[in-house]
């Protein structure tokens, strides 16, 4: 409940974030409204004593976050991914937040997958390891089922771990609720929205049914997808609070010696990540948005295994088209064309000058493109991009920005694999390919033939929706001239009371 039980937490945040040196750092990035930011260092200096300490081997707002515990954690990763709300930077630095989190008992562990599975455990593992990896919500198992003989993922939810997490998305929601009332300024920060978004989130991520159904979707879309692979989700041994999936047995895309060991071409690997991706987002409307190198490993034949599918992004087919030819004119650097996207998408308002816009964007590529090849960025450039169709009047669209953080996550991965990668060169084919399928006259005719099948389905329907329609529009004609005789009616008497008022007055004097 959002009441003043959450003033206690609040003072406790508060305080861990003055003594960490993290509430300095987010205010600035958030550039908060200087009433609030010193509302809040008065607020939260004589408190500072009761703040937790945190590792001062970590950045102030990781070093803060890390020490309030898990939802404040899975709070950092989810701005991590709204670089419009805390700025680029401490995005950046919420991106790399670790969820090295001790891990709880393993007979804890055996006892909710028993309640939740029906089954003792050693009817359906013949082994159940002790835990892999422990982050803010789940702990990983690594275990082998007794039918079918294999190894297998078992993700199993934190003890207790949604009452927890409620606790602090109220108490964030009674923040935000009084840091608007107290400071209106503060309103454009959007603190509200914020906290929904990130509650919208955490509760998908604390139903593993979700999990399980994206993992499902992501590996039938991509099951063509050449040197990538997704561990199909177990249904019958997934549930709210368990997740099975099949093992993911590699070397990680972040130990670069290794993989050099191991033989691998870290140059195709790096352009492959890059070009997955970009195929994901524009062929399927449908990408992993969190992946890092610790969401992917590397198989001993040379496949990418993708896993943790906690964040997925969705863009519908309109926004997909729109985006690639965006990066396709910036690709050809062709800006007329770029601005002329965006006017005719509705992202800049119609009011403002499209050559004006145009040469903002060029302002924006040429620098870019004037770089080597070691430093061209697409990441930067959407970046960029965002920032001057703000300049123009572009209201905030989610999805995009989802998509420029993933973007920018991929190609530090890329580049993390290969420093010399050419980002433009890695993504011009793809980028074409979508766009010689999807744009132009085979994509209209598909566009066709999809409504001929919608038209064909309501056919039954069509001739009483069309009569509805014509009937619904004479009655609207007919109560507007009514309307029209009432008006003229109501003037007239208005008219002649007015008259006699002045009649009568002429009269007296």
């Known amino acids: 409940m959002r009441g003043p039980h959450n003033i206690w937490r609040l003072i406790r945040t ?59 954690i899975k709070f950092g990763q989810v701005l991590s991914t709204r670089p419009d709300v805390v700025g680029v930077d401490l995005a950046n630095q919420l991106r790399v937040l670790q969820d090295k989190l001790p891990p709880f008992p393993t ?25 892999v990896a422990a982050a803010s919500i789940a702990q990983v198992h690594r275990a082998r089922t007794v039918e079918g003989d294999r190894d297998v993922a078992v993700k199993v939810l934190r003890p207790g771990i949604e009452r927890a997490f409620q606790r602090d998305i109220d108490a964030f929601h009674f923040a935000a609720e009084w840091m608007e009332r107290l400071s209106p300024a503060s309103r454009r920060l ?18 593993l049914r979700l999990e399980s159904a994206a993992a499902a979707e992501f590996a039938s879309t991509t099951k063509d997808d050449h040197g990538f692979s997704v561990p199909p989700p177990i249904w019958e041994l997934s549930s709210r609070r368990v997740m099975t999936l099949g093992w993911a047995e590699g070397i990680p895309l972040g130990d670069v010696t290794a993989l050099k060991e191991a033989g691998h071409d870290l140059n ?54 729109v985006y690639a030819e965006i990066l396709i004119g910036f690709i050809r650097r062709d800006y007329r064309s770029v601005a002329e996207v965006h006017f ?24 870019i493109f004037g770089m080597d090849a070691s430093r061209i960025s697409m990441a930067r450039l959407l970046s960029y991009l965002f920032e001057v169709t703000e300049k123009f009047g572009m209201q905030t669209r989610t999805e995009l920005i989802l998509l420029q953080r993933t973007m920018v996550v991929v190609e530090g991965v890329a580049r993390s694999l290969n420093p010399n990668i050419n980002i433009w060169q890695t993504a011009r084919p793809v980028v074409e390919t979508y766009i010689r399928e999807n744009v132009g006259p085979r994509a209209l005719l598909r566009d066709l033939v999809r409504t001929a099948r919608v038209l064909g389905r ?52």
């Open 458 to 509: 309501f056919g039954p329907r069509l001739p009483q929706l069309a009569e509805n329609l014509l009937m619904q529009q004479t009655r609207t004609e007919v109560q507007d001239v009514r309307h029209s005789g009432r008006d003229r009616l109501v003037m007239f008497l208005a008219g002649a009371a007015v008259a006699a008022l002045a009649f009568a007055a002429a009269s007296h004097f």
């Open 14 to 72: 508060g305080a861990t974030f003055e003594r960490t040196g993290a509430m300095k750092v987010a205010l600035e990035a958030m550039e908060a409204p200087p009433r609030l930011r010193m509302a809040a260092r008065v607020l939260g200096w004589p408190f500072k004593w009761l703040g937790y300490r945190g590792d001062p081997a970590l950045p102030p707002v990781t070093r803060a976050l890390t020490a309030l515990g898990p939802a404040y």
């Open 344 to 367: 005719e998408a509705g992202y800049v308002p119609r009011d403002r000058d499209i050559d004006e816009f145009a040469r903002a964007l060029r302002a924006v590529g040429e620098p």
């Open 107 to 131: 007979a804890v562990a055996v006892a909710t997958v028993e309640e939740e599975l029906g089954q003792p455990v050693g009817a359906l593992f013949s082994e159940f390891g002790e835990p």
């Open 190 to 207: 959007r603190p509200t929205d914020v906290v929904n978004h990130f509650e919208g989130v955490v509760m998908g991520e604390l139903d």
């Open 268 to 321: 195709a690997l790096a352009e492959r990540v890059l070009q997955l991706f970009l195929s994901h987002a524009l062929r399927d409307g449908f990408f992993h948005a969190d992946m890092h190198q610790g969401n992917m490993k590397v198989s001993a034949g040379g496949d990418i295994i993708a896993y943790d599918f906690g964040i997925m992004g969705h863009i519908d087919e309109y926004t997909r088209r």
